[in-house]
């Protein structure tokens, strides 16, 4: 690597110093309990998947510039140049998070490992390693943002041949999916897909809602990607929209990154207080049930029903009760899911994943494993490209049923509900106790995480 690549990656960590960032990087005690708390670790297995070793790949470049003993003596402290090796295992441990925070859940210092690899993208857009699809994502919704008269047409007439479905679900010919209606309350910021704007367009009609729907999609890729301004720009795009619109709410759909984007970073990133509230789907159905805007039928689902805890809506968003209101307003069989609420875990399928091939395996190797395993009929859930639910619940209740030559073991370091490898948990224990660790810190690791 040569000198000027190396000045522009060492400058974009100097750009996104902070104290916060700074403790992240001094703080990590590498007690390893976090291993125990990340899906991906715990399903496959695979020791760069632990999330303080993902952080440990930027700490090791933070050593080597921004620490005189790492600058010095980088042997002994573990500081490392980024050079490619770095950033090869930076961009299999980075891309392949979800984002979803668990670790800093249970992490006693509360490290927030994803925000560490938020770094760990900008350092890998500068150095050209970028993940190719979510950039090419990305740069098409600036480019419909864009040219949005270009594909104008095409939109609105995706729009009316759902409409016509809502006008058959609802019994009401007049029934509309309304597109730049100015003076609408409601700008409903679906995903790009009849399966996200037909059940919303159904619900905001029986509720007699003033709304419309946006010309843009909700899903952020500029996020999943790690670049900041063009994730700025993709929310811009409905912003300005709803404000020419006049609404007054922005409401977005299932995709819980949209809604975490929208409610905790965008007047930050933008520098602007947003003229309207901004509600999540689930919120806005628990709210018209409750005024009684709607009406729902107990009994039309049958059998023992559960929710999962999203990780961006939930332990990220903080909504818990309102989905579950929802269901219990449909069926008194309603059984929570153990772990659930803050300590749910990820399903697997965020953070962009689902657009990255190269990681299926990884995708598959965990996500699909909770519900099943909690012995209640998975009705629905995250869907792997190209495949039925029935497929995937299939295959789930396969390798539950496979025979474990060991099984998850309580009490131990081996707290979580799935077992991993001898040899990975043996990497982990070095880690572990490579610089020492409490005894505190691992009795309390079986406390918090096996439940
Ligand atoms: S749980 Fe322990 S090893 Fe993991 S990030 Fe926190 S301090 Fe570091
Ligand atoms: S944010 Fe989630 S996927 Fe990423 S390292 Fe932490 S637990 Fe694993």
């Not at 303080?52 to 470049?61: K, W």
């Not at 600036?142 to 679900?169: A, C, H, P, R, T």
């Not at 190797?365 to 995937?392: F, I, K, L």
């Amino acid at each position: 690597m040569d000198s000027t690549q190396l000045t522009t990656l060492t400058g974009v960590i100097d750009k996104k110093m902070n104290r916060q960032l700074k403790q992240y990087m001094d703080i990590c005690a590498r007690c390893a309990i976090c291993k125990d708390a990340c899906h991906q670790y715990v399903g496959t297995g695979d020791f760069k998947y632990l999330p303080a070793r993902r952080a440990e790949l930027i700490r090791q470049i933070y050593k080597k510039y921004f620490t005189k003993t790492g600058e010095f003596v980088p042997a002994l402290y573990e500081a490392r140049d980024p050079d490619d090796n770095l950033l090869d295992e930076l961009y299999d441990s980075t891309y392949a998070c979800t984002g979803c925070r668990r670790c800093m859940y249970y992490c006693p210092f509360s490290i927030d490992t994803a925000w560490i690899l938020s770094v760990a993208k900008a350092i890998l857009i500068a150095a050209g390693r970028g993940n190719e699809m979510l950039g090419q994502l990305a740069d098409a919704a600036l480019f419909k943002g864009d040219n949005v008269e270009m594909f104008k047409d095409v939109i609105v007439s995706g729009f009316k041949d759902i409409e016509v479905e809502v006008q058959e679900i609802t019994g009401n010919p007049n029934a509309q999916v309304p597109v730049d209606k100015q003076g609408a309350d409601i700008l409903y910021v679906a995903l790009a897909g009849a399966h996200s704007i037909r059940p919303a367009a159904v619900i905001f009609e029986e509720a007699g809602a003033n709304w419309t729907i946006s010309m843009f999609e909700a899903a952020n890729y500029g996020f999943f990607d790690g670049d900041i301004e063009k994730a700025r720009l993709i929310t811009k795009r409905f912003i300005d929209e709803a404000k020419r619109l006049g609404v007054k709410e922005i409401v977005v759909p299932e995709c819980g990154h949209a809604y975490r984007v929208l409610e905790l970073f965008y007047e930050a990133w933008s520098k602007e207080k947003m003229p309207f509230k901004v509600s999540h789907i689930l919120e806005k159905v628990d709210e018209y049930i409750k005024d009684g805007s709607i009406t729902v039928e107990k009994g039309l689902l049958t059998g023992t029903v559960t929710y999962h805890d999203p990780c961006q809506i939930g332990r990220n968003g903080g909504i818990f009760e309102q989905p579950r209101d929802i269901v219990q307003s449909l069926t008194d069989n309603f059984v929570d899911l153990t772990p659930n609420r803050e300590q749910q875990w990820c399903c697997g399928g965020g953070g962009g994943i689902v657009a990255m091939e190269e990681f299926t395996e990884t995708r598959l190797d965990r996500g699909t494993q909770h519900t099943p395993r909690s012995g209640y009929r998975c009705t629905s859930g995250h869907r792997p490209r190209g495949r039925s639910d029935a497929a995937q619940g299939q295959e789930a209740h396969a390798r539950i049923d496979e025979p474990r030559d060991r099984e998850p073991q309580r009490g131990t370091l081996r707290g979580a509900p799935f077992a991993s490898s001898p040899d990975s948990d043996a990497q982990a224990a070095a880690y572990r106790t490579r610089l020492g660790s409490t005894a505190r810190g691992r009795a309390s690791n079986h406390k918090r995480i096996s439940q």
